[in-house]
Nanobody
Framework: QALLQESGPGLVKPSETLSLTCSVSGDVLTANPYYWSWIRQPPGKDLEWLGY???????YYSPVFSSRVSISRDTSKNQFTLRLFAVTPEDTAVYYC?????????????????????WGQGTQVTVSS
């Protein structure tokens, strides 16, 4: 089955850009009809969906983060990336990448749950000076 793994710096300074990579094995980003998401969980808070890139390359962002988030993919490396600009300490969280079937995307947008989809183990990112 598909395996997903997040990687990137664990510490980012305020005002800088948070950049993470999700490496996918056992599946391809172009597999129809799957969507590839970035999701995070701040300490003591619920999961927050950031956005996804679909199998056809279409990107959609959560309105909460759309002004400062960018998701892209590199099909040659079977990786997709997250960039979150102008971070503050409120962006401190565990960041996950995940794969969902198209039928699960409405619930994903409204409130992610680890009971659906395939998830990476997550990576802790702390925003601090």
């Amino acid at each position: 089955q598909a395996l997903l793994q997040e990687s990137g710096p664990g510490l980012v300074k305020p005002s800088e850009t948070l950049s993470l990579t999700c490496s996918v094995s056992g599946d391809v980003l172009t597999a129809n009809p799957y969507y590839w998401s970035w999701i995070r969980q701040p300490p003591g808070k619920d999961l927050e969906w950031l956005g996804y890139v679909a199998y056809d390359g279409t990107v959609y962002y959560s309105p909460v983060f759309s002004s400062r988030v960018s998701i892209s993919r590199d099909t040659s490396k079977n990786q997709f990336t997250l960039r979150l600009f102008a971070v503050t300490p409120e962006d401190t969280a565990v960041y996950y990448c995940a794969r969902h079937h198209v039928d699960q995307t409405p619930s994903l947008r409204s409130g992610p749950s680890k009971t659906t989809g395939r998830w990476g183990q997550g990576t802790q990112v702390t925003v601090s000076s």
